[in-house]
């Protein structure tokens, strides 16, 4: 068992241990290497924090929801988006109401943008800041899953004083009545 803690020391000490720690609490943080891959750790010692910079293994990023090492395809690095605050936004290029953009505080203050998707059944409340149950929320951007890219997933509500136009109804009722006839012919 000790040689197992010398092989653990040794390889956090080639992953890189940070003298002049930036580390005021214990835990992970995404920092800003490795395209999102990167974190620190912060350990409490006898002579204040340790800093280790960490690297995700190939197709992973580190999630800071998770607190860990999580795959690419509900949780993306977002490097186009620019970060003014921490916190959980909109994330207006997308198509669907499942994802935002999560702007997270790393190490040395820095904020980075992350792209998450809601989990299943559940969709983004921009007034919450969070993912809620599908049935409390309702969104109105196109679904684009459906064949037909111009049908909209929840219809919008319309009220109002709307006149109706004369001539589209005669030509309605001209092709109704055309329609029976058409039928009545083909029934005898």
């Not at 197992?4 to 080639?14: A, E, G, N």
Request: glycine share 6%; proline share 4%; with cysteine.
């Amino acid at each position: 068992m000790p040689h197992m803690w010398l092989f653990i020391i040794t390889y956090l000490l080639r992953q890189g241990v940070s003298k002049a720690s930036q580390c005021t609490s214990q835990g992970r943080f995404p920092n800003q290497f490795n395209e999102c891959r990167g974190f620190t750790m912060c350990i409490s010692g006898a002579a204040g924090y340790m800093e280790y910079n960490l690297t995700c293994s190939e197709s992973f990023i580190f999630s800071h929801i998770e607190n860990l090492c999580t795959n690419v395809t509900s949780y993306k690095c977002f490097p186009d988006y620019n970060c003014t605050e921490v916190g959980n936004f909109e994330a207006d290029s997308t198509e669907n109401c499942r994802a935002f953009i999560s702007c997270v505080e790393g190490i040395s203050g820095m904020v980075k943008p992350r792209w998450i998707e809601c989990p299943q059944g559940t969709l983004f409340n921009i007034t919450e800041k969070s993912c809620v149950n599908e049935t409390l929320h309702k969104c109105n951007k196109l679904d684009k899953s459906s064949s037909d890219p111009t049908v909209l997933k929840y219809m919008p509500n319309f009220s109002g004083n709307f006149s109706v136009n004369k001539a589209a109804t005669t030509n309605l009722n001209i092709i109704v009545l055309f329609s029976i006839s058409i039928m009545f012919n083909v029934i005898k």
